[in-house]
């Protein structure tokens, strides 16, 4: 049997709408961003008497999600993990998040990661510096 280039026109048109169909979804090629850049060490608040159960440096994971919320907090302290994430969520939730967005621009989920490390300076307030945010995975909408 011989198509005709019309009926082969038509195939091709269908063939092409099917696998694009079928494309995987699109990827983000951004991070989210604080509003105001410095806000997650700012507003990090450990209490002094936690200091002597601090690591040197945590890793802290989070979602922010395509409407700037924050979900899904974790890290990978061992010692004194329930009161360090709760001050982590908080420092978190004091502030405002820009999300990732995909490549037509649309915002999406995303999973970071970011390195933080404690310094208690003699007779000083305990610092906490933010390393960058690292993209871990992309959620869905």
Known sequence: MTLSPWRLSVA?????SGLAA???PQIS??????QRPGCLADEMRIPREMVG?????????????????????TSDVSVAREPLETQFRGALSRC???PATDLAGVPVAR???????FESPPGGALVASVGAFTPVAVASR
């Not at 090629?29 to 604080?34: F, M, Q, T």
């Not at 999973?111 to 490390?117: L, N, T």
């Open 111 to 117: 999973r970071v990661s970011v390195p933080i490390r």
């Open 29 to 34: 090629l951004s991070r989210p961003v604080e």
């Open 96 to 98: 405002a998040w820009t």
């Open 12 to 16: 091709a048109v269908l063939l092409a």
């Open 53 to 73: 159960y601090l690591p040197d440096q945590a890793t802290l994971e989070f979602t922010v999600s395509h409407d700037g919320k924050i979900l899904g907090v």
């Open 22 to 24: 079928a494309a995987p």
